[in-house]
């Protein structure tokens, strides 16, 4: 499958974005699909995970309450609805896809874990 995120912009802390991520060429619904983001000098981070019916959603404590992920496989798409945006969460958004069988319950955590990315998308928070 091929993911392509987008969405993202310079925005004021406290204002929101949504992110997209598009998928094309396989069953979307056969994905787990997760958010991750990497800041300048650290290490990607986990944001949010979507089951691949949309029945279960995980989210970092970081992001809780403030983001929230959700899908329409009738339209290929998940969504990170961002809100109340702070100044850390500037960083690059990255969505990724997996439709292996996992073995334990926080793979979704897990950068290894997915075999499928897209490009990224960059999300600037101004204070």
């Known amino acids: 499958v091929q993911l392509q995120a987008s969405g993202g912009g310079l925005v004021q802390a406290g204002g929101s974005l949504r992110l997209s991520c598009a998928a094309s060429?396989?069953?979307?619904?056969?994905?787990?699909v997760g958010w991750f983001r990497e800041a300048p000098g650290k290490e990607r981070e986990f944001v949010a995970q979507?089951?691949?019916?949309?029945?279960?959603?995980y989210h970092a404590d970081s992001v809780k309450g403030r983001f929230k992920i959700s899908r329409d496989n009738d339209k290929n798409t998940v969504f990170l609805q961002m809100n109340r945006l702070k100044p850390e969460d500037t960083a690059v958004y990255y969505c990724?896809?997996?439709?292996?069988?996992?073995?334990?319950?926080?793979?979704?955590?897990?950068?290894?874990?997915?075999?499928?990315w897209g490009q990224g998308t960059q999300v600037t928070v101004s204070s």
């Open positions: 979507i089951s691949r019916s949309g029945d279960r959603t």
């Open positions: 990724a896809a997996d439709e292996r069988v996992k073995t334990y319950s926080t793979w979704y955590r897990n950068v290894n874990e997915y075999n499928n």
């Open positions: 060429g396989r069953p979307f619904s056969n994905y787990g």
